[in-house]
């Protein structure tokens, strides 16, 4: 038998081939014919190739993609998750036959022995019972939604697991569905559960969702999570209290943590030598670079040496209380799938002789915990935050500094910090106005909270809070006029003091982005 099929960088080819028939088992819809083409040739040649055939039913795929179904065929035939699509007609779609199956077997595609469903079955609790697991499926398949919808206008309103198949152990998927894309918005309005177990594609009782979702718990053994990261400049005393905590308090104990110390003089790089092994750190020093990175510029190249799904930003003068890592990653679960970076409530010296209530951050007397590294009470803080996190349970859009926590993927999409801005201040404002406008969560919670010491090493070298380091006298000086030259208008807070987007800012980022 013959046909044409479109391959992108070729055009229409002339394909020779075997067909078999296939029929699903729908149960409450009629029955659905399906075609594999085996022992293919293409304008002649053998071709270990083979391809799965949709034919025709109603609803079929939207006009508007039918009368021009070259972007779609050229972009599934690139590097995506979309299955590869050869043709798209009024008789059939013709799309790349993988020997996979489906994340959820549902009577629509229901070609297997009960042998093969209830191997698969196994295998699918199995892998899912895992919250990692489940969290990294689900957003894989809305960023592939988000791409193709960027990329071609397309979105679908059948999000189910029967289509997407999967390889053996799930580390590979592909959406099938090619007949369900419409021109016009994405939107995620449906449950996280509706792409993890199916919901009401479940119709044969693949899988138990119940069994699933009761074994959803972080395993605090995990290293494949959150990587830790720190940047840090002449910080010696308050960065051994940091790592200490970190590895102490968190929940993730054992997580990859990554150090980059830059121009540091103070003891800093020979204790990281000495104490690499002991916390098991990944360590990167640089002595002496002429033109500093600074804390922006640091960021970003830990950043660079993270391989988990999510980075930890945390600066070197914090102390972390217990858990406060898990009660980060907590609020991922409730937006799954929003870009998102999610900060810690501070709690601060007052050092700075400011007012108490300022949102984010509780400002306390110095003696409350003391506010250097030699008298800081840390049993009596851990207490304190256990009970400040129980008595409040409220999210607020605001940032402080650049210390949360971030996916990976949300990190090098946005670009992480300018270096415009190093090697200190201002960075943190330029990264957050950004983020809003491209339209990332940005959430502060109670239920992880830190002790900041108070910009020790950035701001000032010394316990003496009147003198300032000298990058801190130059970025002080500086940035305020790199911000003006950027973005052409000086910040203007909101009501809980976090930088507001004003129309000046979404014009000048047109212009950015546009070149």
């Not at 013959?2 to 699903?24: F, P």
């Amino acid at each position: 038998m013959t046909d044409k099929i479109y391959i992108k960088g070729k055009g229409y080819v002339e394909l020779t081939y075997e067909k078999e028939d296939v029929r699903s088992t729908h149960i409450d819809k009629p029955q659905r014919d399906y075609e594999i083409w085996s022992n293919c040739r293409i304008d002649g040649k053998e071709t270990d190739s083979m391809f799965f055939v949709i034919k025709n039913y109603e609803p079929w795929i939207d006009n508007k993609v039918l009368s021009n179904p070259k972007p779609v065929m050229d972009y599934t035939q690139d590097d995506n998750k979309i299955i590869e699509t050869y043709k798209i007609s009024k008789k059939m779609i013709v799309t790349k036959f993988y020997d996979w199956y489906p994340s959820v077997i549902k009577s629509a595609n229901n070609f297997y022995s009960k042998d093969t469903f209830l191997d698969r079955g196994k295998k699918h609790l199995d892998f899912f019972s895992s919250k990692i697991n489940s969290d990294r499926f689900y957003r894989s398949v809305i960023d592939e939604y988000k791409k193709l919808n960027k990329e071609l206008g397309l979105y679908s309103d059948d999000i189910a697991p029967n289509n997407f198949i999967v390889n053996d152990d799930y580390t590979d998927f592909r959406i099938i569905d090619v007949v369900s894309f419409k021109e016009g918005e994405f939107k995620i309005d449906f449950p996280y559960t509706q792409i993890i177990h199916g919901d009401g594609s479940n119709d044969i009782g693949f899988v138990n969702p119940q069994e699933i979702e009761s074994s959803w718990v972080y395993n605090k053994n995990d290293t494949s999570t959150i990587t830790f990261c720190i940047s840090t400049y002449n910080n010696f005393d308050y960065l051994k209290l940091a790592v200490k905590s970190v590895r102490e308090n968190s929940y993730f104990k054992n997580a990859p943590f990554v150090i980059h110390a830059e121009n540091c003089d103070d003891g800093t790089n020979e204790w990281l030598e000495d104490n690499k092994d002991k916390y098991n750190l990944e360590i990167y020093i640089e002595p002496n670079n002429k033109v500093a990175r600074g804390i922006g510029g640091g960021m970003d190249f830990v950043a660079s040496k993270v391989k988990t799904e999510f980075i930890n930003f945390i600066h070197s003068d914090f102390y972390v209380s217990r858990n406060w890592d898990i009660e980060l990653l907590k609020v991922f679960d409730k937006y799954p799938s929003e870009p998102m970076m999610v900060f810690s409530h501070r709690v601060q010296p007052n050092i700075f002789n400011e007012k108490p209530g300022r949102p984010g951050t509780h400002i306390v007397p110095c003696e409350e915990f003391g506010e250097y590294h030699h008298n800081f009470d840390e049993i009596w803080f851990l207490d304190w935050c256990e009970e400040f996190s129980s008595l409040n349970d409220f999210e607020i859009r605001k940032g402080e500094g650049v210390s949360g926590l971030i996916r990976k993927s949300d990190w090098d999409y946005i670009g992480g910090n300018d270096s415009l801005f190093a090697p200190a201040s201002w960075e943190d404002m330029d990264l957050f106005i950004r983020m809003q406008l491209e339209n990332y969560k940005i959430v502060l919670t109670p239920k992880s909270v830190v002790y900041h010491f108070g910009a020790r090493g950035s701001h000032f070298p010394t316990d003496d809070f009147t003198v300032k380091s000298d990058r801190q006298v130059v970025a002080e000086t500086t940035n305020a006029k790199k911000w003006w030259n950027k973005w052409g208008v000086m910040p203007v807070f909101d009501e809980v003091e976090f930088i507001k987007v004003t129309d000046d800012y979404i014009k000048k980022y047109k212009e950015i982005k546009n070149g």
